[in-house]
């Protein structure tokens, strides 16, 4: 392992009234001011793919944590269950003559250690459990990614990944379906997760 000589750095959760200081000591805005002028498009590619984290995460009563970026993962439970979330969308933010295939990225990676700051010697899926996160909204006029009847989820075990398509890099919405990927409502989220996640460890 690495000699550490400036550990790793904990976040505090922030409230959005944190002041942004000037030179002058003068507060010029807040937290909560860069959150809007950062992070109002929902539908953004990388913004709903935080989302979507975040949605999974209430689901499991996570939502008081603090996500991390770059982790080997994107969530883990409180009983150890390692998750990884995807999303795609039929819409985007930018103009569409017709409306975006589903296509989700599944490729294996190295896992890398927030702690030590070293990589794995060795690919692979990292997480336990795969959740494909389907904003299924397909009118311009009506779309609102905060509206959970817009959304759908399935849920596959890596396990069935790594033994169906090797090192694939990604995978379609009809190709996750012929695997067994377990389709579910918001509300289901946390008890189909964990079904499948007993399926395959023969709970």
Same mark, same amino acid.
């Given at each position: 392992?690495?000699?550490?000589?400036?550990?790793?750095?904990?976040?505090?959760?922030?409230?959005?009234?944190?002041?942004?200081?000037?030179?002058?000591?003068?507060?010029?805005?807040?937290?909560?001011?860069?959150?809007?002028?950062?992070?109002?498009?929902? %539908?953004? #590619?990388?913004?709903? +793919? !935080?989302?979507?984290? *975040?949605?999974?995460?209430?689901?499991? &009563?996570?939502?008081? /944590?603090?996500?991390?970026?770059?982790?080997?993962?994107?969530?883990?439970?409180?009983?150890?269950?390692?998750?990884?979330?995807?999303?795609?969308?039929?819409?985007?933010?930018?103009?569409?003559?017709? %409306?975006? #295939?589903?296509?989700? +990225? !599944?490729?294996?990676? *190295?896992?890398?250690?927030?702690?030590? &700051?070293?990589?794995? /010697?060795?690919?692979?899926?990292?997480?336990?459990?795969?959740?494909?996160?389907?904003?299924?909204?397909?009118?311009?006029?009506?779309?609102?990614?905060?509206?959970?009847?817009?959304?759908?989820?399935?849920?596959? #075990?890596?396990?069935?990944?790594?033994?169906?398509?090797?090192?694939?890099?990604?995978?379609?919405?009809?190709?996750?379906?012929?695997?067994?990927?377990?389709?579910?409502?918001?509300?289901?989220?946390?008890?189909?997760?964990?079904?499948?996640?007993?399926?395959?460890?023969?709970?």
């Amino acid at each position: 392992m690495t000699d550490i000589k400036f550990p790793m750095i904990q976040t505090t959760k922030k409230t959005g009234n944190e002041p942004l200081i000037n030179f002058k000591g003068e507060t010029i805005g807040t937290v909560l001011d860069f959150w809007k002028w950062a992070y109002s498009d929902l %539908l953004d #590619n990388a913004q709903r +793919g !935080i989302l979507a984290e *975040y949605l999974v995460a209430n689901a499991l &009563n996570l939502q008081n /944590t603090i996500r991390t970026n770059w982790d080997k993962y994107d969530l883990i439970t409180q009983d150890g269950i390692t998750l990884e979330i995807k999303t795609s969308a039929y819409l985007q933010t930018w103009g569409q003559k017709k %409306l975006s #295939n589903l296509i989700f +990225g !599944i490729q294996p990676t *190295y896992g890398w250690n927030k702690e030590t &700051n070293e990589y794995d /010697t060795l690919k692979s899926r990292q997480a336990d459990i795969y959740i494909f996160c389907i904003f299924n909204h397909t009118n311009p006029l009506t779309v609102n990614p905060l509206d959970l009847n817009q959304w759908d989820f399935y849920i596959l #075990n890596t396990k069935i990944l790594d033994r169906k398509v090797g090192n694939q890099r990604s995978i379609t919405l009809n190709s996750l379906k012929t695997l067994g990927a377990q389709y579910c409502h918001f509300e289901d989220l946390k008890s189909t997760i964990y079904n499948e996640y007993k399926k395959e460890a023969g709970i």
